[in-house]
Nanobody, 117 residues
Framework: QVQLAESGGGLVQAGGSLRLSCAAS????????MGWFRQAPGKEREFVAA??????AYADSVKGRFTTSRDNAKNMVDLQMNYVKPEDTAVYYC????????????WGQGTQVTVSS
């Protein structure tokens, strides 16, 4: 049974930093594409970042501020959020998909990130 558990969310001031973590069980993160998504109130869920065998990818809105990384020993992925803005306020989700599958198959419950101005 696959489980993804996000942690590290909370309240942070604009310009500050926050680090989200996603602990995986039931799958090996190095064998999956691992993504981060977010959903703000009244908005659709959007892509934030991903890490695959070929590298990392980021949404334009977070490029240069957010970094995703993978710790194979801990079977976890992280999202380092720097210079956060109020518009980064959202529920952040960790997701996983097999490399040959187009859609993300597994999702965490999400963690709330609130950025105050």
């Amino acid at each position: 049974q696959v489980q993804l558990a996000e942690s590290g969310g909370g309240l942070v001031q604009a310009g500050g930093s926050l680090r989200l973590s996603c602990a995986a069980s039931g799958l090996i993160v190095s064998n999956y594409a691992m993504g981060w998504f977010r959903q703000a109130p009244g908005k659709e869920r959007e892509f934030v970042a991903a890490i695959t065998r070929s590298g990392t990818a980021y949404a334009d809105s977070v490029k240069g501020r957010f970094t995703t990384s993978r710790d194979n020993a801990k079977n976890m992925v992280d999202l380092q959020m720097n210079y956060v803005k109020p518009e980064d306020t959202a529920v952040y989700y960790c997701a996983a998909r097999r490399y040959y599958v187009r859609e993300y198959e597994y999702w965490g419950q999400g963690t709330q990130v609130t950025v105050s101005s």
